[in-house]
């Protein structure tokens, strides 16, 4: 109904992709993290890391239900550490870049980070400020044609590999949102360092970094847009980030889910299979059901999206809905899996370390329901 022969040509080109690059060495990047620059140069060369971005740059200036295809089939791979990974160069690092950076910025970091050749991180992230992003105290300081800048940022996603982080740091003393700015900050740049690669609970196949900025000068050039406006242009670039949580969460709860029904088929107990238990195929129905509310409702955002509407209303519930629902379902297979379910032989495990992450990064659940409340006038 939404999507036609240019979508399914866009829908088998990612899953062969899925299906042949990513998921037979999605056991072995559990243990050794994925070779982004290997896998994105792949990705680059077929066009998928700017579906939706100017040719000008080397996108394909295609609308949103490409975008919701190619994040579909990306919610297929067997692990949220590379789908994170993929969806940190595609929609949450380089927005801000397309829709607000320089010709320079463009042709010198944006163009290749669509092509492959370069892997991008965001860094907004601090010690001390997470859900808070006001709070932050990575700062900017103007000195002569650039800025030095001096702080640290964690949690960052690609942080190991990334070739240029996109930092979001304090450039004024003024009070209120207009006193930050975003930096391209190149990794070579004298001052920079990867202080640490974090071990995490899930997402193992993709790295997490702490980053150091000790007097790192970076010439003005290398400002996304307006001195001041970088915390407005992160908030708008939140928007592609927590949108594209919601299709790759569906697609995973479903896929969860079939992974179960395989198993409660097969598996006999009291003399039949446990499939046949009607609590447990009533829960599978209501899981089903929600996952196809969901479902709708991206489709409703990807409407609107395309007719350039503000949607911070309903990409904050679709995130939230996205996380909550996840985790309980991935949770209740697990059950359905029994003892087996707690085996890490069984691929529901990592999913179940996978999916925590979902209700924190890219804005928590109780940041979303704030971001509602507020757009309700609470
Ligand atoms: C896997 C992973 C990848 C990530 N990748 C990146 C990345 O690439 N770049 C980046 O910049 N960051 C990244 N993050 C960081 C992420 O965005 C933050 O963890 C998140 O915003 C929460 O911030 P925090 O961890 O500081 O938690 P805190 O802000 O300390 O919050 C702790 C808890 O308190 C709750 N809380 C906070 N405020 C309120 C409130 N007003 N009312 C009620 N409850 C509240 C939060 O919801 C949360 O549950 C990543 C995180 C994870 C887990």
Redesign the pocket.
């Known amino acids: 109904m939404y999507f036609n022969e240019e979508h399914n040509a866009l829908r088998q080109t990612v899953r062969r992709v899925v299906d042949t690059e990513i998921n037979p060495n999605m056991d072995a990047w559990e243990e050794t993290t994925a070779p982004l620059h290997d896998l994105f140069e792949k990705m680059g060369d077929l066009g998928l890391l700017g579906i939706c971005y100017d040719p000008e740059v080397g996108g394909q200036g295609l609308d949103y239900w490409f975008d919701t295809v190619f994040l579909e089939e990306i919610g297929h791979i067997h692990g949220v550490g590379v789908q994170?990974a993929i969806a940190?160069q595609t929609h949450?690092?380089t927005p801000a870049l397309h829709e607000f950076g320089s010709e320079y910025l463009k042709e010198a970091f944006l163009r290749p980070a669509v092509a492959g050749e370069m892997v991008a991180?965001?860094?907004?992230?601090e010690p001390g400020?997470?859900?808070?992003v006001a709070a932050m105290r990575t700062r900017a300081t103007k000195d002569g044609n650039g800025y030095i800048i001096n702080g640290t940022?964690?949690?960052?996603?690609?942080?190991v590999q990334a070739d240029f982080v996109v930092v979001l740091a304090r450039s004024s003393h003024a009070p209120g949102y207009h006193s930050f700015s975003l930096f391209v900050v190149p990794k070579e740049l004298p001052g920079f360092s990867v202080s640490r690669e974090l071990d995490?609970l899930?997402?193992r196949s993709s790295d997490?970094a702490e980053l150091f900025f000790d007097d790192v000068r970076v010439p003005e050039e290398n400002r996304i847009g307006t001195e001041g406006e970088g915390f407005i242009y992160q908030m708008r670039q939140f928007q592609h980030e927590r949108f594209a949580a919601i299709p790759m969460s569906y697609v995973g709860a479903r896929d969860v889910i079939d992974m179960t029904v395989e198993h409660i088929r097969q598996r006999v107990v009291f003399g039949k299979p446990l499939s046949r238990k009607q609590v447990l195929r009533h829960r599978i129905a209501d899981w089903l059901t929600e996952i196809e509310c969901l479902k709708q409702l991206t489709y409703h955002i990807v409407r609107m999206k395309n007719k350039g509407m503000d949607v911070t209303r309903e990409v904050s519930m679709g995130k939230l809905l996205a996380g909550q629902m996840l985790r309980r379902i991935t949770d209740g297979c697990l059950q359905m899996f029994g003892g087996m379910g707690f085996m890490n032989e069984s691929l529901i495990t990592r999913y179940y370390r996978d999916v925590r992450?979902a209700?924190?990064?890219?804005?928590?659940?109780?940041?979303m329901r704030?971001v509602i409340a507020k757009m309700e006038g609470l």
């Open positions: 994170g940190d949450m690092a991180a965001i860094a907004v992230t400020a997470g859900s808070d940022k964690t949690f960052i996603t690609n942080g995490k899930g997402w997490t992450a209700s924190i990064a890219g804005g928590a659940d109780e940041i704030d």
